[in-house]
C-alpha cells in the first residue's frame, strides 16, 4: 500500500508562483515499485483534469503548452517526493490539486491506483 500526502498549496495573487510537493510512504518495495507519477486537478464544477505526469526517469507529459510554459514537474527518486512548481498563476488555475501514483510507466498508464487527498490553490485577481 502506498500513500500519498500533498503540501504546498495557498492562496497567492495571480501572477504569483506556488511550489507544491507530494510525499510517498509505504513499505520499501511498494514505494520502489513506483513509476509513474503525476498531478491532476479539479476545480469546483468541473472534471477532474490531468496537469502532468513525470516517469521514474524524469521523462515528462504535460497538458497543453499553457501548462508546460508556466508550471514544471519534477521527483526526487532519493527521497520519494514529487514536486510541481508552478508560476505566472492565473486565476484559471484555482482548483484542488492531487498528487498520483502507478506502478508502470507513463506512457501506458491508464489509471493510477494511489492517490492524495489533494491541496487547495487559489489564485486571485
Known amino acids: 500500500q502506498v500513500t500519498l500526502v500533498e503540501s504546498g498549496g495557498g492562496s497567492v495573487q495571480a501572477g504569483g508562483s506556488l511550489n507544491l510537493s507530494c510525499a510517498t510512504f509505504?513499505?520499501?518495495?511498494?514505494?520502489?515499485?513506483?513509476?509513474?507519477m503525476g498531478w491532476f486537478r479539479q476545480a469546483p464544477g468541473k472534471s477532474r483534469e490531468r496537469v502532468a505526469i513525470?516517469?521514474?526517469?524524469?521523462?515528462?507529459?504535460y497538458a497543453d503548452d499553457d501548462v508546460k510554459g508556466r508550471f514544471t514537474i519534477s521527483r526526487d527518486n532519493a527521497k520519494d517526493i514529487l514536486y510541481l512548481q508552478m508560476n505566472s498563476l492565473k486565476p484559471e488555475d484555482t482548483a484542488t490539486y492531487y498528487c498520483?501514483?502507478?506502478?508502470?510507466?507513463?506512457?501506458?498508464?491508464?489509471?493510477?491506483?494511489?492517490w492524495g487527498r489533494g491541496t487547495q490553490v487559489t489564485v486571485s485577481s
Open positions: 498520483a501514483a502507478a506502478d508502470i510507466y507513463c506512457r501506458i498508464v491508464g489509471g493510477f491506483p494511489y
Open positions: 509505504g513499505a520499501i518495495y511498494s514505494v520502489g515499485s513506483i513509476n509513474c
Open positions: 513525470i516517469d521514474r526517469d524524469h521523462s515528462t507529459i
